[in-house]
């Protein structure tokens, strides 16, 4: 199984902060890799996939990267809605997997 | 807009054998381009795919839940189903029913989840 490894885990930041969180793959996904945002009490929501394609009506401030490995994802300017766990997903191959999650809060 | 909605007991007893349906309404399961998928989310594992089903009743699984999974799929009724076989309580978390991108295998409609916990 490919393993996903996300750092930092948890995150403080300010609104107006720029922040970027990173995915590393155990093996090479190419750019087959989506971000999730999850708030607390609800589902995961899709915000990026194929590595840096913007899912429909996710603000341009959410900004992915990377390929092969290690990939990122990038908040440029924090909002109070974007306090919230983020998770990367790899869509490489079966079975899919997720990464532990980073949990980004209010400084 | 696309709804998911999970249905199905809560509480279960150990060996017992877990089984969940997910409705969709504002479309057609009976799609040749989405899979129609299960995650389940633990404090202890984090985010889990468990499997997922196309229109055609073909399937893939994780095999990290070995051979515990049957997966099913109703295009009649719209709706698609979890059967998780011996449950432990390692299996309580919530579970989602979601939608499964056939071309790049994410997941962009979500059910709200439902709770599930084993206990004796």
């Not at chain 1, 971000?35 to 401030?61: C, F, H, M, N």
């Not at chain 1, 990038?74 to 980073?102: H, K, M, R, V, W």
Request: one cysteine or more.
């Amino acid at each position: 199984d490919i393993q996903l490894t996300q750092s930092p885990s948890f995150l403080s930041a300010s609104v107006g902060d720029r922040v970027s969180i990173t995915c590393r793959a155990s093996q090479d996904i190419r750019s087959y890799l989506g971000w999730y945002q999850q708030k607390p009490g609800e589902a995961p929501k899709l915000l990026i996939y194929a590595a840096s394609t913007l899912q429909t009506d996710v603000p341009s401030r959410f900004s992915g990267g990377g390929s092969g490995t290690e990939f990122t994802l990038t908040i440029s300017s924090l909002q109070p809605e974007d306090f919230a766990t983020y998770y990367c997903q790899q869509l490489n191959s079966y079975p899919l997997t997720f990464g532990g999650g980073t949990k980004v809060e209010i400084k | 807009q696309m709804q998911l909605q999970e249905s199905g007991p809560g509480l279960l007893k150990p060996s017992e054998t877990l089984s969940l349906t997910c409705s969709v309404s504002g479309g057609s399961i009976n799609s040749i381009i989405y899979y129609w998928g299960w995650i389940r989310q633990s404090p202890g594992k984090g985010l889990e795919w468990i499997g997922s089903v196309f229109h055609d009743r073909s399937t893939y699984d994780n095999p990290s839940l070995k051979s515990r999974v049957s997966l099913s799929i109703d295009t009649v009724g719209n709706q698609f189903s979890l059967r998780l076989s011996s449950v432990s309580a390692p299996d309580t978390a919530i579970y989602y029913c979601a939608r499964h991108s056939l071309f790049h295998n994410y997941f962009d409609f979500w059910g709200q989840g439902i709770p599930v916990a084993v206990s004796s």
